[in-house]
């Protein structure tokens, strides 16, 4: 997606949850580029010893970190060993996250503390240290979804959290502007990935095929590439001048509402490539 060739070369990046899914493929693409990654995990050490080795093979330095972010010391024990490794830091990527999906009802006090824990005091913790480690400028984003501005089933807990957490992003993006530092969030909707296959499991959700892509203009699951490439435009010099904002990522599904496209019928149905006589693929991770 880049423009700038190896716009990363001497970069280094701490990711974290990047063992698998969005910042594992974020972690692979910043090394494509020139960078170096710190690759944070929490239990799957195997994946990201092979996030590793993939970094040094397209000619990067990396380390795996296990660091558990929602553990203080644990975050703190990441960063020392950022500065250990490379003495610095340019692009800090908050994307580990983690919550209960649970009716407000029935959500108890832990899943309470560590929805917050996890999303959003981690991020804050995390972003102080990594300014830290930023001593000419670099760039933080970190990782949100549409539940923090739309509501929908079982998704208050992270969804309320997520939100806060983009309001952190405004905040820190205007403190931290002098320093040469821009903060943003990339809000995902549905995406193709572990988390959503989950999600889609909990007893009663509607049906993800059946039921929910179809509603979404794009009419299909984005992919954890699609979201790391608008991840990494956010760290590339050509977007120097975008600060404190959230880009959306969700094929149009945040801004439809009942009625919906997908359920009218005769004159008002919307044509479809099929219809044009169009088979090409309607996505692609290339």
């Not at 040094?56 to 060993?81: H, K």
């Not at 359920?263 to 044509?271: N, V």
Request: glycine share 8%; aromatic share 8%; hydrophobic share 40%.
């Amino acid at each position: 997606m880049a423009t700038d060739a190896r716009y990363a070369a001497d970069k280094v990046a701490l990711i974290t949850g990047s063992s698998r899914g969005i910042g594992r493929t974020l972690a692979l693409s910043l090394a494509d580029q020139g960078g170096s990654v710190v690759v944070n995990y929490k239990v799957n050490e195997d994946l990201a010893d092979e996030v590793v080795a993939g970094v040094r093979e397209r000619g990067g330095r990396a380390i795996a970190v296990q660091a558990d972010m929602e553990s203080p010391e644990d975050i703190d024990r990441l960063f020392d060993a950022a500065r250990e490794e490379f003495g610095k830091l340019d692009y800090f990527v908050d994307n580990a996250a983690a919550s209960s999906f649970k009716l407000i009802k029935d959500l108890k006090l832990h899943h309470l503390d560590r929805s917050y824990a996890m999303n959003i005091r981690s991020f804050v913790l995390g972003a102080q240290r990594a300014v830290d480690l930023m001593s000419d400028g670099g760039r933080i984003v970190t990782l949100s979804s549409y539940g923090s501005i739309r509501a929908y089933p079982t998704y208050a807990n992270l969804g309320a959290a997520k939100a806060a957490v983009e309001a952190w992003v405004r905040y820190m993006a205007i403190e931290w502007a002098p320093l040469g530092i821009n903060v943003n969030a990339v809000n995902g909707g549905i995406i193709e990935s572990d988390s959503s296959a989950y999600f889609y499991e909990v007893e009663g959700m509607p049906d993800l095929h059946r039921d929910v892509l179809p509603k979404i203009p794009k009419a299909r699951q984005g992919s954890v590439k699609e979201v790391a490439d608008c991840v990494e435009f956010l760290l590339e010099p050509r977007s120097e001048y975008v600060t404190g904002q959230s880009l959306v990522v969700d094929g149009g599904l945040s801004i439809i509402s009942p009625p919906f496209f997908s359920d009218a019928t005769g004159p008002l149905r919307l044509p479809t490539r099929e219809d044009a006589g169009d088979t090409a693929p309607a996505a692609s991770d290339g």
